[in-house]
């Protein structure tokens, strides 16, 4: 931990810092990583799938709950499907942060997932960030041109995935 300290105190011009994973609430160490960089004076996000809460210093909670596309064939189906949601642990994140919910959309069917899961939850269509899924610009531009109308539609903020775009379809971006 001392040693990702030292590498942010590098950067002296950076004020923001997004903790991510894999799972960053699982990760030994998170708590207290939080609560040093907010020390430095950093703005600090959380980047979550909403599955387990660690009592973290944040300054916005970013929860992508996993819908039903994301659930992979094979031995961990099972697994996967039983943990994606979890309700209390999700109201309790948006009970103790400033938040976001931030959704990786593939077809329709994921829209009414999401909008069956925010109302379930009381959370406003302002708190909601609809991303297409894919994994080039092709598909995210083909995704993005309908899902931008759903976002207008119904007040939802809309996200390009521009690591995608910058980077490719690459681990580290």
């Not at 942060?97 to 406003?124: M, N, R």
């Amino acid at each position: 931990m001392d040693e990702i300290v030292e590498q942010v105190a590098g950067y002296p011009a950076a004020r923001h810092a997004v903790l991510t994973g894999g799972e960053p609430m699982i990760m030994p160490g998170i708590v207290e990583l939080s609560q040093r960089l907010s020390y430095r004076g950093m703005h600090i996000t959380i980047e979550t799938a909403g599955t387990v809460h660690a009592p973290v210093v944040c300054e916005l909670m970013s929860i992508s709950p996993k819908l039903s596309n994301s659930t992979p064939e094979g031995a961990f189906r099972n697994q996967h499907e039983r943990l994606r949601i979890q309700p209390e642990v999700l109201a309790r994140l948006i009970r103790e942060y400033d938040y976001q919910l931030k959704f990786v959309i593939a077809g329709e069917s994921d829209v009414e997932e999401v909008q069956s899961l925010i109302a379930s939850l009381a959370v406003p269509a302002s708190k909601v960030i609809l991303m297409p899924e894919g994994v080039n610009a092709e598909e995210l531009n083909a995704r993005g041109a309908w899902i931008a109308e759903l976002c207008k539609r119904y007040g939802y903020r809309f996200s390009p995935r521009l690591h995608l775009y910058l980077y490719g379809n690459r681990r580290g971006t």
